[in-house]
T-cell receptor
Framework: DGGITQSPKYLFRKEGQNVTLSCEQN?????MYWYRQDPGQGLRLIYY???????QKGDIAEGYSVSREKKESFPLTVTSAQKNPTAFYLC????????????????FGDGTRLSIL | RKEVEQDPGPFNVPEGATVAFNCTYS??????FFWYRQDCRKEPKLLMS???SGNEDGRFTAQLNRASQYISLLIRDSKLSDSATYLC?????????????FGAGTRLAVHP
C-alpha cells in the first residue's frame, strides 16, 4: 500500500544525545515536511523539503537538522541543542501542485513519540 | 495573535446533536482551507477540503467566508465515533508547493 512510514513509534533520548527519526514515503510526492506537536497545541513546522537535496527551515528549526538525499526519505535529527525535545513528531508529504490549484492536502505518517530519559 | 484561531472546546454533546466549529485566520493571502480530524495520540487525517461555495460530505458541511476570513464545520446527527479533535488548516503555499498552518484544534466529545 502507498503511504508514509515513520519509525520508531517511540524513542527515548538521553541528555546530550542526538537521535534520528526516520520518514519514508512511497507516494512519489515531491514535498516532505516535519512537524512537532505538543499537548493541546497545533502542529508546528520544523523543516520542509520541496525537492531532493534542498530543504528550508520552518518556524521552529533550532535544535533540529534534516537531509533529503532521496525523494522518498526525509530523516529528522533531534540534536542535543534541542533542550525540550519531548513531543509527538509527525512527517507529512504532498505532491507538487499543478496549475493554479493549491487545494492539495498533506498526508501524514503515524508519528514518533520522543521522550527524555 | 495566532495565524489560525479555534475555540479549544471541549464541546460535550449528546448523540444526534448538531454541533458547529468556527475558525478564523489572519493571512488574507491564504490559498486553500481544510478540516483535519485527529484522534487521541494519532496522526491528523483529512476530513474535508473547504471551498468558497461551501461543500457537504454526508453529515459534515464546511463553509468559507473569505471576506471575514472565517471557516466553519457543521456536524449533524453526531455519532460517538465523531469524538476527536478537529483541526482547522490554512494553506499559504507558494511556488507550486503547499505550506499548511494548523490551528490548535477543537475537541469534540459525543456522549450516549
Amino acid at each position: 500500500d502507498g503511504g508514509i512510514t515513520q519509525s520508531p513509534k517511540y524513542l527515548f533520548r538521553k541528555e546530550g544525545q542526538n537521535v534520528t527519526l526516520s520518514c519514508e514515503q512511497n507516494l512519489n510526492h515531491d514535498a516532505m515536511y516535519w512537524y512537532r506537536q505538543d499537548p493541546g497545541q497545533g502542529l508546528r513546522l520544523i523543516y520542509y523539503s520541496q525537492i531532493v537535496n534542498d530543504f528550508q527551515k520552518g518556524d521552529i528549526a533550532e535544535g533540529y537538522s534534516v537531509s533529503r538525499e532521496k525523494k522518498e526519505s526525509f530523516p529528522l535529527t533531534v540534536t542535543s541543542a534541542q533542550k525540550n525535545p519531548t513531543a509527538f513528531y509527525l512527517c507529512a508529504s504532498s505532491p507538487k501542485l499543478k496549475g493554479q490549484g493549491y487545494n492539495q492536502p498533506q498526508h501524514f505518517g503515524d508519528g514518533t513519540r520522543l521522550s527524555i530519559l | 495573535r495566532k495565524e489560525v484561531e479555534q475555540d479549544p472546546g471541549p464541546f460535550n454533546v449528546p448523540e444526534g446533536a448538531t454541533v458547529a466549529f468556527n475558525c478564523t485566520y489572519s493571512n488574507s493571502a491564504s490559498q486553500s482551507f481544510f478540516w483535519y480530524r485527529q484522534d487521541c495520540r494519532k496522526e491528523p487525517k483529512l476530513l474535508m477540503s473547504v471551498y468558497s461555495s461551501g461543500n457537504e460530505d454526508g453529515r459534515f458541511t464546511a463553509q468559507l467566508n473569505r471576506a471575514s476570513q472565517y471557516i466553519s464545520l457543521l456536524i449533524r446527527d453526531s455519532k460517538l465515533s465523531d469524538s476527536a479533535t478537529y483541526l482547522c488548516v490554512v494553506n499559504r503555499g507558494t511556488g507550486g508547493y503547499n505550506k499548511l498552518i494548523f490551528g490548535a484544534g477543537t475537541r469534540l466529545a459525543v456522549h450516549p
